[in-house]
């Protein structure tokens, strides 16, 4: 039984899709006028798992993951650059693309473009205005009246009045209330625009993902997912625009990963902390840095640092190590197989990856101990599912991801922990390192003297 931590209602829920066997789910993507960087690449891994989980469960599942390929900052990019948006949007796409291809994250079912939707999205203004919440205001634009949509508030918890209080937002004199957001934005000289029932311009940011869904997916459906900063404005406005204007419930079900974190401070331009996907693989193979990201739940903090990928690298090579040295027998996963059975439950609890690969761990310890064939097979079927492990070990190990194994630096600094822990009486993580150290195939042997170590 699924349950899934929703955002909208601040508990875990046990997940009923409106149409029994299906689920329609909704991932805000890529604004495309630069490289995509960490913070991307934790939102296309996170709900690929989730949609790899939702299709092993036996779902029918349309997933939808958009691309803005129109704002601000694609318009002052394309003009720096010299060339047309379209070529702006195109190459970025291409280079997205080759960088979820690279971590493994499988293509949606749909990845609109909000170009695309431009009749949607008038058509959606026009709804707004005719329900009274949308007007036109003196400088052209055309803008959402937060306080006239009585369930403002609901996904974030915030209330109107604390956020004009807390000056939360730019004063614009057009504006009747200055915590309005525009929905269609007049025509600039040079910019691209569209025609309207309101002049010329083009569509604001949030009113996109609110068309490009309902086209897609219908009214009202399961699952909408992002990061944890586009809870507010950004899916709070979505939610004005879509109940707003069609009179129903929007999403049943909202889901946002945790931030990036570098050396535990959260990840930006500003701080010169910032990293793109490029960068990283540069310096660590791809499914190190998949790896590493499911290592955490998705919705906690996900602190980057070389220490904390050096380390997921040793443990994703421990991993690979089994299926090298007690080869895979291919089998069909037995979900009554204790190990299959703790490993569904760990990502029915709202998609704990971090439960299933510890459980990936115990399966190699314990194929490395029977020298058992058929739970190698198991361990690689398992991991398969969430995206891992899905290459021949020597593959692997021979493009250097892995290449040599532990050495003996490695294998001290983790025979120190493992003092470390068994001292300050945390058991199981010491036992959790003995077992990493064994699935990589060094034996510990303890004495009163200390700890010593040979390699299997």
């Known amino acids: 039984m699924l349950k899934i931590y929703n955002s909208l209602k601040r508990e875990k829920q046990v997940f009923s899709p409106i149409d029994p066997g299906k689920v329609r789910m909704y991932v805000c993507g890529m604004t495309v006028y630069d490289y995509c960087h960490l913070g991307h690449a934790r939102v296309m891994v996170v709900f690929d798992m989730v949609y790899r989980w939702l299709k092993a469960s036996g779902y029918d599942v349309t997933y939808v993951r958009n691309i803005t390929d129109i704002d601000d900052k694609i318009i002052k990019r394309a003009v720096e650059n010299g ?40 058509d959606l203004i026009g709804k707004l205005e005719g329900n009274g919440l949308a007007y036109r205001a003196a400088d052209g634009d055309v803008n959402y009246a937060v306080r006239k949509f009585p369930g403002y508030g609901k996904l974030s918890g915030k209330s109107l009045d604390d956020l004009r209080a807390g000056e939360r937002v730019e004063v614009d004199s057009a504006k009747q209330d200055p915590l309005d957001f525009v929905l269609w934005k007049h025509a600039k000289p040079g910019e691209p625009a569209w025609e309207s029932p309101w002049g010329e311009g083009r569509p604001g940011w949030h009113i996109e993902c609110s068309a490009m869904s309902s086209k897609l997916l219908g009214d009202h459906f399961d699952i909408h997912g992002g990061g944890q900063d586009l809870q507010f404005p950004h899916h709070e406005n979505e939610i004005a625009q879509s109940e707003g204007a069609n009179c129903c419930t929007f999403v049943n079900y909202w889901m946002h990963n945790g931030f990036v974190r570098v050396d535990n ?18 310096q660590y193979d791809a499914e190190v840095v998949r790896f590493f990201i499911l290592r955490a739940h998705y919705r906690s903090p996900l602190n980057y640092s070389d220490t904390h990928l050096d380390d997921a690298k040793r443990s994703l090579d421990s991993l690979y190590f089994t299926l090298r040295d007690v080869p895979a027998v291919a089998v069909d996963v037995n979900w009554g197989n204790e190990f299959a059975a703790r490993f569904a439950a760990a990502l029915n609890e709202d998609f704990d990856s ?55 630096a490695a294998i001290a600094g983790l025979i120190d922990a493992r003092a470390a822990a068994k001292k300050a009486k945390n058991f199981a993580e010491a036992d959790r390192i003995r077992d990493e150290l064994k699935a990589a195939g060094i034996a510990l042997d303890d004495s009163p003297q200390g700890t010593t170590w040979r390699r299997l």
């Open 83 to 122: 060339e047309t948006i379209q070529q702006l949007t195109n190459r970025f796409i291409a280079l997205m693309h080759e960088d979820a291809d690279a971590l493994g994250v499988l293509r949606p079912d749909h990845e609109p473009r909000a170009t695309d939707y431009v009749p949607e999205m008038l």
């Open 265 to 282: 401070e959260k990840m930006s331009k500003s701080l010169g902390n910032f990293f793109t996907i490029r960068t990283v693989l540069d």
């Open 354 to 408: 971090h439960g299933a690969i510890a459980v990936l761990f115990e399966l190699a310890a314990e194929s490395n101990r029977q020298k058992s064939g058929e739970l190698s097979g198991l361990l690689k079927a398992l991991g398969g599912i969430i995206g891992l492990l899905e290459r021949e070990p020597a593959a692997y190990l021979q493009a250097g991801a892995g290449a040599g194994g532990l050495d003996e």
